[in-house]
């Protein structure tokens, strides 16, 4: 038996597991964390809008539950949390444009 022969299989081994995780690292755009919250490193609703408003922060399913419990949310006057609120029960899901909208006009919560 070829000795050489175990030393090539492995050489093949190897070269398609690095191809393989190339070709993953390439299609999620180098993405391999944990996605984080849009309002993370923000302390105040304001900062959190604005990045919203100019593109910087999106997230169209937002955790509502991570959301409700943020320190930022916690702190927001209690018309824009009742909207925020509204808009989440109406449609079970909460996007980031909602609270863009919310902020700038608490009865947005109330219109369908």
Same mark, same amino acid.
């Given at each position: 038996m070829n000795k050489k022969q175990p030393v090539k299989t492995i050489f093949l081994l190897a070269s398609m597991l690095t191809l393989t995780f190339g070709v993953l690292l390439h299609a999620t755009d180098g993405q391999v964390y944990a996605a984080k919250s849009i309002w993370a490193g923000?302390?105040?609703?304001?900062? +959190?809008?604005?990045?919203?408003?100019?593109?910087?922060?999106?997230?169209?399913?937002?955790?509502?539950?991570?959301?409700?419990?943020?320190?930022i949310f916690k702190q927001e006057d209690s018309e824009t949390k009742k909207c925020i609120e509204k808009r989440?029960? +109406?449609?079970?899901?909460?996007?980031?444009?909602?609270? +863009?909208?919310?902020?700038?006009d608490s009865d947005y919560g109330y219109k369908s």
């Open positions: 923000d302390t105040t609703m304001e900062q +959190l809008v604005k990045k919203i408003d100019k593109g910087k922060a999106s997230d169209d399913s937002m955790n509502w539950k991570d959301f409700k419990n943020s320190k989440q029960d +109406l449609s079970n899901n909460l996007a980031d444009y909602e609270v +863009l909208h919310c902020f700038k």
